[in-house]
């Protein structure tokens, strides 16, 4: 006996032919692949089932039910999490004792553990990035409401943006929504967040994977610097002297510089002092804008880079042609002439390795690159040919990962699984 609640999921009857009456371990191993993850203190395990991917957790039916509604609430307030498929609760074996309750998700296309996208966190690019990206999605999360209790680096997942990452929430069940998040209840989280990073590093210095000369309380540190610098940009009152409103205008142009939008913001004159605070603040200002343009479906950074690339092309054709053009035509004319015949121009098997926004901004910068050694502009068909032959040929399919072991934590590295944000 079982009962699926499924969401988003309105076809999915063959879910309830799986062989609910057995602990998830004891599932033949031929109806599991191996996949990225971390650690859990849960059974987990990776299930193709048809053309798609599922993580399945078996967990007790309070923690299930309570992780089921946290997911929902997450994907439904546009939060970055996995995507909730459905709970098989009320399961019992063939001798009719009960067992666990097992939480149903499909992992983000493109998406990869940290023991795999932090090849070598002993860089410092890469811890920055690493920092960056925690930073961002705790403050989001805090914006919400979201109190996580158990940000850590194996309940994490992350993608790559332009040169930055995104991280996104796989594990809730000790999370809970409250109307209003206290600020000693953000500060707990963000130490939970902090010491739990320190034991990650912690592990990856005992593997070997990382250099002893990095101080994990350091990187700690950062995080939780960078964390309180973003959330008081965000959400801190100013009080501007009236003869210097401008600070206003720098203000909310950095938070949009951040990937961030101020729908709504209060403006109070008390005597020629004018006190500021956004009070409504919504990632992905850029990416609405790219989308809007375009049509195109970016994350935050990479939206940045390509509209960036749009303008620049449209401030190129104002030149040559004699006349500015109105930004919906700019946006059509940089669709026609620079995107579509560069992305087209990639074999299907390799165009799949990234996400199409990935592979532009590479290109861009690999342009950019060459252009530098010959010491003029090169074309960007001719970038396009030299980036297939030496980056893209050579470069990991991140959306389909061969099986690789983890020393370390005896996890496997496998097919990310399907559905992006």
Same mark, same amino acid.
């Given at each position: 006996m079982v009962a699926l609640k499924l969401r988003r =999921?309105? =076809? /999915?009857?063959?879910?309830? $032919?799986?062989p609910w009456n057995q602990p998830l371990e004891a599932w033949p191993d031929a109806d599991f692949v191996r996949l990225p993850a971390g650690t859990h203190r849960h059974v987990v395990r990776f299930l193709r089932h048809g053309d798609e991917y599922y993580a399945l957790k078996e967990l007790?039916? *309070?923690?299930a039910e309570l992780e089921f509604t946290n997911l929902d609430q997450l994907r439904t307030d546009g939060l970055p999490a996995v995507t909730l498929i459905g709970i098989a609760a009320d399961r019992v074996d063939d001798d009719g004792e009960p067992l666990e309750s097992v939480l149903i998700t499909r992992h983000l296309r493109y998406s990869l553990p940290y023991r795999t996208v932090f090849t070598d966190l002993s860089n410092?690019?890469?811890? *920055?990035?690493?920092?960056?990206?925690?930073a961002v999605l705790l403050v989001r999360l805090h914006i919400g409401g979201f109190y996580w209790g158990d940000c850590s680096l194996n309940n994490v997942l992350f993608r790559r943006d332009a040169g930055a990452l995104r991280a996104y929430v796989v594990d809730t069940e000790t999370s809970e929504f409250q109307d209003n998040l206290s600020d000693g209840r953000r500060e707990h989280d963000l130490a939970i967040a902090a010491e739990n990073v320190i034991g990650g590093l912690f592990d990856l210095q005992a593997a070997g994977r990382l250099s002893e000369e990095i101080d994990a309380l350091d990187v700690a540190e950062a995080l939780t610097d960078q964390y309180r610098l973003l959330f008081a940009d965000l959400t801190a009152a100013e009080e501007v002297p009236a003869s210097e409103l401008g600070r206003i205008q720098e203000r909310l142009e950095r938070l949009n510089d951040l990937g961030f939008d101020t729908e709504e913001y209060e403006l109070r004159d008390d005597n $020629?002092?004018?006190?500021? /605070?956004?009070?409504?603040?919504?990632? $992905?200002?850029?990416? /609405?804008a790219l989308a809007r343009l375009t049509g195109i479906t970016a994350h935050e950074n990479q939206a940045r880079r390509l509209l960036n690339a749009l303008r620049g092309y449209g401030a190129w054709l104002a030149q040559t042609e004699g006349e500015a053009l109105p930004e919906a035509v700019m946006g059509y004319r940089w669709l026609t002439e620079r995107w579509h015949p560069a992305l087209n121009a990639i074999p299907p098997h390799l165009r799949s390795r990234l996400e199409d926004a990935e592979i532009y901004h590479q290109l861009l910068e690999h342009n950019w690159y060459l252009s530098e050694?010959?010491?003029? %502009?090169? %074309?960007?068909?001719?970038a396009v040919e030299s980036y297939i032959a030496t980056v893209l040929e050579s470069a990991d399919d991140e959306r389909s990962v061969l099986p690789i072991e983890d020393?370390? =934590?005896g996890?496997? =590295?496998?097919?990310?699984?399907? %559905?992006p944000v």
């Open positions: =999921s309105p =076809s /999915r009857p063959a879910l309830l $032919g799986l007790p039916p *309070r923690l410092e690019v890469q811890r *920055r990035q690493m920092i960056d990206a925690l $020629g002092i004018v006190r500021f /605070r956004p009070t409504v603040v919504e990632e $992905g200002y850029h990416k /609405r050694q010959a010491g003029e %502009e090169v %074309e960007l068909a001719a020393d370390a =934590s996890q496997t =590295s496998g097919e990310p699984f399907d %559905e």
